[in-house]
């Protein structure tokens, strides 16, 4: 089975856990039915797919297995849990999926991405983070093509709009598209009307130099030359990406209309 369509199976199974234990108004279990999910998230995220397919393949989980690492609370418990629910499963496939599950978070902790998770968690609701930057897509796709280890997926800017890189280990492609992840942002940060702004310039290179002064600030709108931007702290590039409000919202509406034609045009179909 494709590792996609394991890690699919493995969603809907967490899912159904957790309406279960929505239903049953059982809230811790609920908590770890989601907690779970974003190591899910996690790895789609930040484009590990295929590494987490190699080590799936060469680990089978033991209760013993990472037990001096360093999981957080939340992380350790959420194991152990796993581990329960993996004595009470009925079915061959079921169980195979705990396993899978189990395995994912020995995976994250024991590559030594335990903070990295935390600090994931916590930027929940923010735009994704980004793997590079480039000044244009011939550029991104040149960087793409060369890597010899590409992620399943990844995000990167184009200027300062954001695209995703993607690989399919199983075809052998590679490409690069325009992904709308802060226009949608902006619309529902300005649903109440205009923002407000922290700070004016005059040039974007003022507010790119009072900007790398705030790393501690993921969000915030400034205004350049009269126009509302909203910068949006980039961790690996230790800079602001900066998105015209204006400009943002208008692409936004122009992708909506593009997506109800493409949805008219495969009705039609």
Not at 34 to 48: A, C
Not at 153 to 167: F, M, N, S
Not at 240 to 245: A, D, M, T
Request: hydrophobic share 40%; charged share 30%; proline share 5%.
């Amino acid at each position: 089975m494709r590792i996609h369509d394991v890690l699919a199976a493995a969603q809907l199974f967490i899912i159904s856990r957790r309406r279960a234990a929505e239903a049953e108004g059982n809230e811790r279990a609920r908590e770890f039915w989601h907690h779970v999910r974003e190591y899910l998230s996690f790895i789609h995220e930040t484009g590990q797919v295929y590494r987490f397919e190699d080590y799936l393949e060469e680990h089978t989980p033991t209760p013993q297995a990472h037990a001096e690492t360093a999981f957080s609370a939340h992380g350790g418990e959420a194991r152990a849990l796993l581990f329960e629910t993996l004595e009470r499963v009925s079915t061959p496939k079921e169980q195979q999926l705990v396993r899978v599950l189990i395995t994912l978070l020995d995976y994250v902790t024991g590559s030594g991405q335990g903070d990295a998770f935390e600090a994931f968690l916590k930027s929940c609701g923010e735009p994704p983070r980004v793997m590079a930057s480039f000044s244009s897509l011939e550029e991104a796709k040149t960087w793409l093509m060369n890597l010899p280890e590409p992620p399943h997926r990844a995000h990167v800017l184009i200027g300062d709009a954001y695209h995703e890189a993607w690989y399919s280990r199983e075809d052998g492609v590679r490409d690069i598209a325009r992904e709308y992840v802060v226009e949608p942002l902006l619309e529902k940060l300005t649903t109440q009307g205009p923002p407000p702004v922290v700070a004016s310039f005059d040039t974007r290179e003022d507010a790119e130099a009072w900007l790398m002064k705030q790393p501690a600030s993921p969000m915030l709108f400034v205004s350049i030359a009269g126009e509302c931007h909203l910068a949006v702290y980039q961790a690996k590039l230790n800079r602001h990406s900066l998105h015209s409000l204006t400009r943002g919202l208008k692409e936004w509406e122009e992708e909506k209309r593009r997506a109800v034609e493409r949805q008219r045009e495969m009705d039609a179909d």
